[in-house]
C-alpha cells in the first residue's frame, strides 16, 4: 500500500488505507506500506505494520518507481494499491507492468490505466467512470464503487441506535489532521465572542495542528474547551457529542457511523463535491467553501445554532446516516478485492 500523510495532505491516505489494511490481516492476507518520507511511518507502524521508506518527493512520485519496484519486489507483492493525488499516468502505467495495481479515487482527474479502479465515496458514480475512460479510450478497470465500501476502522462496525439529545450539550469540532489554514484557532477566536451558554467545546485535533501550543493556552483558560488530540479512540470521543462540525473528509463516514448531526464545510476542492453530496441528500448540513466566504466563521455559528435549536431535524439527520454508513464498509472492501483479484477479473 502507497500512501503519505503530512502537514499539508494530513492523515486522510493513510487512516483509509489502514483500515483496509487491517481487514485484509483478519483474512490472512499480508500487507505492508511504502512512503516517501520516514515521517508518514509513524501510523502504520503503531499499526504493527511493516513501513519501506522511499526517500522521495510525495509530490514527484515518478522519481520513486524504480525503488517502488523493487520493494514490490522484494516483498513478494501480488497487489499495489495506491492513495495520492499525485500519481501520474506514467507512473501507473510503470507499476502497472510490475504487479496488479489498484487505486483509491475520489476526483475523476482522469482515466487511470489501473486494473482496478475504488471510489466508496457518497457521490462516487460508475456512469461518470465509463464516460471518462471511454472519451481517453482507456480499457475500463475492474470498479468498486459507493459508500456501503467505506473503509471505516473495525471499531465503527454495528454501533447501536442512541437517543438523540433533546438539548445539546456538547459539540466537538474536527478540522482534519493537518489544519493548514489554522481554522481551530480563528473558530476558537470567534467562538470567544459568541459563546454559546451550557455546551461544552470539544476540538479534535491532529498531531500536525500547527497552532496546538496557542490552543492549549485556550484550553487552561476556558473550562467550556477541551482539546482532543491525536486520539486514538475517536469513536468514544465522537458518541460522547450531541452535534459535531466537520471538515468533509473521511471524518464524515465515522461520524455517520456513530449517527450524530453534522455540519460539514469544505477547505480543499477534493472536498466540495462530498461536502455539497452530504448536503443535498439531507444527511449533513453543508456550510459551504471556508475558503471563498469571509464571514465563515461567525456564519457558522449560526448555523449551529439553528441546528443546535431544532430537535426534529437532528433526529431526521441521524436517521439518514445510519441509512447510509453501517461501519462494515472495510470489511466489504477487503472481501471485494480479494473476489475481483483472485476471481479472474484481473486484468492482463
Same mark, same amino acid.
Given at each position: 500500500?502507497?500512501?503519505?500523510?503530512?502537514?499539508?495532505?494530513?492523515?486522510?491516505?493513510?487512516?483509509?488505507?489502514?483500515?483496509?489494511?487491517?481487514?485484509?490481516?483478519?483474512?490472512?492476507?499480508?500487507?505492508?506500506?511504502?512512503?516517501?518520507?520516514?515521517?508518514?511511518?509513524?501510523?502504520?507502524?503503531?499499526?504493527?505494520?511493516?513501513?519501506? $521508506?522511499?526517500?522521495?518527493?510525495?509530490?514527484?512520485?515518478?522519481?520513486?518507481?524504480?525503488?517502488?519496484?523493487?520493494?514490490?519486489?522484494?516483498?513478494?507483492?501480488?497487489?499495489?494499491?495506491?492513495?495520492?493525488?499525485?500519481?501520474?499516468?506514467?507512473?501507473?502505467?510503470?507499476?502497472?507492468?510490475?504487479?496488479?495495481?489498484?487505486?483509491?479515487?475520489?476526483?475523476?482527474?482522469?482515466?487511470?490505466?489501473?486494473?482496478?479502479?475504488?471510489?466508496?465515496?457518497?457521490?462516487?458514480?460508475?456512469?461518470?467512470?465509463?464516460?471518462?475512460?471511454?472519451?481517453?479510450?482507456?480499457?475500463?478497470? &475492474?470498479?468498486?464503487?459507493?459508500?456501503?465500501?467505506?473503509?471505516?476502522?473495525?471499531?465503527?462496525?454495528?454501533?447501536?441506535?442512541?437517543?438523540?439529545?433533546?438539548?445539546?450539550?456538547?459539540?466537538?469540532? &474536527?478540522?482534519?489532521?493537518?489544519?493548514?489554514?489554522?481554522?481551530?484557532?480563528?473558530?476558537?477566536? $470567534?467562538?470567544?465572542?459568541?459563546?454559546?451558554?451550557?455546551?461544552?467545546?470539544?476540538?479534535?485535533?491532529?498531531?500536525?495542528?500547527?497552532?496546538?501550543?496557542?490552543?492549549?493556552?485556550?484550553?487552561?483558560?476556558?473550562?467550556?474547551?477541551?482539546?482532543?488530540?491525536?486520539?486514538?479512540?475517536?469513536?468514544?470521543?465522537?458518541?460522547?457529542?450531541?452535534?459535531?462540525?466537520?471538515?468533509?473528509?473521511?471524518?464524515?463516514?465515522?461520524?455517520?457511523?456513530?449517527?450524530?448531526?453534522?455540519?460539514?464545510?469544505?477547505?480543499?476542492?477534493?472536498?466540495?463535491?462530498?461536502?455539497?453530496?452530504?448536503?443535498?441528500?439531507?444527511?449533513?448540513?453543508?456550510?459551504?467553501?471556508?475558503?471563498?466566504?469571509?464571514?465563515?466563521?461567525?456564519?457558522?455559528?449560526?448555523?449551529?445554532?439553528?441546528?443546535?435549536?431544532?430537535?426534529?431535524?437532528?433526529?431526521?439527520?441521524?436517521?439518514?446516516?445510519?441509512?447510509?454508513?453501517?461501519?462494515?464498509?472495510?470489511?466489504?472492501?477487503?472481501?471485494?478485492?480479494?473476489?475481483?483479484?483472485?476471481?479472474?477479473?484481473?486484468?492482463?
Amino acid at each position: 500500500m502507497r500512501a503519505d500523510c503530512n502537514a499539508n495532505i494530513g492523515q486522510g491516505h493513510v487512516m483509509r488505507l489502514l483500515s483496509v489494511a487491517d481487514a485484509l490481516t483478519a483474512m490472512n492476507v499480508s500487507c505492508a506500506f511504502a512512503v516517501a518520507k520516514e515521517t508518514s511511518a509513524e501510523r502504520m507502524k503503531d499499526r504493527g505494520y511493516e513501513v519501506f $521508506t522511499l526517500f522521495s518527493s510525495y509530490t514527484e512520485m515518478e522519481s520513486e518507481t524504480e525503488e517502488l519496484t523493487g520493494i514490490v519486489r522484494s516483498f513478494g507483492a501480488d497487489l499495489l494499491l495506491l492513495d495520492s493525488y499525485y500519481v501520474s499516468d506514467t507512473y501507473m502505467k510503470t507499476m502497472r507492468k510490475i504487479v496488479y495495481t489498484g487505486y483509491l479515487d475520489d476526483v475523476y482527474a482522469f482515466a487511470y490505466p489501473v486494473d482496478l479502479l475504488i471510489n466508496y465515496n457518497v457521490y462516487a458514480n460508475p456512469e461518470r467512470y465509463k464516460e471518462l475512460y471511454e472519451s481517453e479510450g482507456v480499457m475500463l478497470p &475492474s470498479m468498486i464503487t459507493g459508500p456501503a465500501y467505506a473503509p471505516l476502522r473495525a471499531e465503527f462496525a454495528g454501533i447501536p441506535k442512541r437517543e438523540q439529545n433533546r438539548e445539546v450539550r456538547k459539540i466537538a469540532l &474536527s478540522f482534519g489532521g493537518a489544519d493548514p489554514l489554522h481554522m481551530a484557532k480563528k473558530f476558537l477566536e $470567534t467562538l470567544i465572542n459568541y459563546r454559546m451558554p451550557d455546551c461544552e467545546i470539544h476540538m479534535i485535533l491532529g498531531a500536525m495542528e500547527p497552532d496546538l501550543e496557542e490552543l492549549k493556552k485556550l484550553e487552561d483558560k476556558y473550562s467550556w474547551l477541551k482539546l482532543h488530540v491525536n486520539i486514538p479512540n475517536m469513536k468514544e470521543v465522537l458518541q460522547q457529542m450531541d452535534l459535531i462540525v466537520s471538515a468533509a473528509g473521511s471524518t464524515q463516514y465515522e461520524i455517520c457511523a456513530c449517527r450524530i448531526p453534522c455540519i460539514c464545510f469544505s477547505m480543499a476542492d477534493n472536498q466540495i463535491p462530498g461536502g455539497e453530496e452530504f448536503g443535498r441528500l439531507g444527511i449533513f448540513h453543508y456550510a459551504g467553501d471556508v475558503r471563498f466566504n469571509p464571514s465563515f466563521y461567525t456564519d457558522l455559528i449560526d448555523e449551529v445554532t439553528k441546528l443546535k435549536d431544532d430537535y426534529e431535524r437532528r433526529v431526521l439527520m441521524a436517521e439518514k446516516e445510519h441509512e447510509l454508513i453501517d461501519g462494515n464498509g472495510a470489511v466489504r472492501m477487503a472481501k471485494r478485492i480479494m473476489e475481483i483479484y483472485s476471481g479472474g477479473e484481473k486484468h492482463e
